[in-house]
């Protein structure tokens, strides 16, 4: 009797997975790459050991620095590769992603208004991702130009911003608004 071991493609539910390691040093970094390409090797030699969706050609690995940067499309088999970045090198830092954005956020508002203040003349909707900003991107860069005050953001996560709005615990439309507008500076290609 023959047995045979299948491996399927990602499903739609899949999503691009960013896993950043941030370590003490350069050489520790790079000792963690090469500690990740062994394992993108021995999984094109074994890939019936391995529990994961994706083929080890289609994970890209990079450095900068003291940062090693992982990419693989999945469901969110990066288990193992999390395992060789923890133990090789103990990193400072794990960080993992899943549909990477960097996004600039800029809102107007009237001059000399502090972001507080904003809060309360802007109210609804506008308010709560203001409120959700300041917690998670901390507090804007100010500029004033003319009789406007612009508050930027600047995000770096998991992706908020698709359809034309920000997802951040509810949908916050931008489009059609006016004093809001959203960049995106990347959309998970870190390479």
């Not at 399927?8 to 790079?30: C, N, Q, V």
């Not at 969706?53 to 940067?69: C, H, L, Y």
């Not at 923890?86 to 001059?111: D, M």
């Amino acid at each position: 009797m023959k047995w045979r071991v299948f491996k399927f493609r990602p499903s739609s539910h899949s999503d691009d997975y960013l896993i950043i390691a941030t370590y003490r040093d350069g050489k520790a970094a790079e000792k963690a790459k090469q500690a990740l390409q062994r394992l993108l090797e021995d999984m094109r030699k074994n890939p019936g050991i391995y529990d994961t969706d994706w083929r080890p050609d289609d994970a890209k690995i990079s450095t900068i620095g003291e940062k090693v940067f992982f990419q693989v499309y999945t469901a969110g088999y990066v288990d193992c590769v999390e395992s060789i970045m923890k133990k090789v090198s103990k990193p400072v830092e794990l960080e993992r992603y899943q549909n990477y954005q960097e996004l600039t956020i800029r809102v107007k508002a009237p001059r000399n208004l502090t972001p507080e203040a904003a809060v309360l003349i802007l109210g609804g909707d506008e308010a709560e991702v203001i409120k959700w900003l300041i917690k998670n991107c901390g507090p804007p860069e100010i500029t004033d130009v003319g009789d406007q005050r612009i508050f930027t953001w600047i995000y770096r996560g998991d992706e908020i911003y698709y359809d034309r709005a920000l997802h951040v615990g509810f949908v916050f439309q931008v489009d059609g608004r006016a004093n809001w507008e959203v960049e995106e500076t990347t959309t998970g290609a870190v390479f």
